[in-house]
């Protein structure tokens, strides 16, 4: 069982918006604004999409959005194309006794 | 631009220590701003975090595998490598290797993104 917990899958059609799920606890999501996501297409690595709750690197598309509320964090994606048809991870720094990282499960998305 | 390349044998025997390594190139691992990180994807599942490590060598590992795990990095060569003892073949998986971006806020240390990734290698466990 997955650290954080993210819908096994969601679908949109081209040009709706999706929003993705990935809840944790107070002592991971809720705590900190250390969230990060991740877009991973069949058999490539995964990809930085969302930093720090809601901050996308240099190079990602506007479209890609991230936000939080309390031990609950989210990825939205506007005006879906055929290309961001992929599994999609939330992660989280976590305390604990030690320093820890944790994932999501992966939340598989369909564009139909 | 800063790229990590995971190398090592594809196939492990059961009982035995899996050996990875990851060389950096594009940019030193002797960085203030991050640290480096191993994490493996089981075939057909999710991302779970094994570990990371500083330049200086200070490391934090998953607690559900810090008995068995040991990072180390060699700054000479600009590669960190990752040993996993007593394998089964719940270990078979892609690992790869990232940066790990780490942060100090009032409270301490923090361990955040990763970014890049390497290409992973899958390793499988099996006599």
């Known amino acids: 069982q997955s650290a954080l917990t993210q819908p096994a899958s969601v679908s949109g059609s081209p040009g709706q918006s999706i929003t993705i799920s990935c809840t944790g606890t107070s002592s991971d999501v809720g705590g900190y604004n250390y969230v990060s996501w991740y877009q991973q297409h069949p058999g490539k690595a995964p990809k930085l999409m969302i930093y720090?709750?809601?901050n996308r690197p240099s190079g990602i598309s506007n479209r890609f959005s991230g936000s939080k509320s309390g031990n609950t964090a989210s990825l939205t994606i506007s005006g879906l194309q055929a290309e961001d048809e992929a599994d999609y991870y939330c992660?989280?720094?976590?305390?604990?006794?030690?320093?820890?990282?944790?994932f999501g499960g992966g939340t598989k998305l369909t564009v139909l | 631009q800063l790229q990590l390349l995971e190398s090592g044998p594809g196939l492990v025997k059961p009982s035995e220590s899996l050996s990875l390594t990851c060389t950096v190139s594009?940019?030193?691992?002797?960085?203030?701003?991050?640290?480096w990180g191993w994490i493996r994807q089981p075939p057909g599942k999710g991302l779970e975090w094994i570990g990371s490590i500083y330049y200086g060598g200070n490391t934090y590992y998953n607690p559900s595998l810090k008995s068995r795990v040991t990072i180390s990095v060699d700054t000479s060569k600009n590669q960190f490598s990752l040993k996993l003892s007593s394998v089964t073949a719940a270990d078979t998986a892609v690992y790869y290797c990232?940066?790990?971006?780490?942060?100090?806020?009032?409270?301490?240390?923090?361990?955040?993104?990763?970014?890049?990734w390497g290409q992973g290698t899958l390793v499988t466990v099996s006599s």
């Open positions: 720090d709750v809601s």
């Open positions: 990232a940066r790990n971006r780490k942060y100090y806020d009032s409270s301490g240390l923090r361990l955040n993104w990763f970014d890049p």
């Open positions: 992660s989280s720094y976590r305390s604990s006794t030690t320093l820890e990282v944790v």
């Open positions: 594009g940019g030193s691992i002797s960085s203030s701003s991050y640290y």
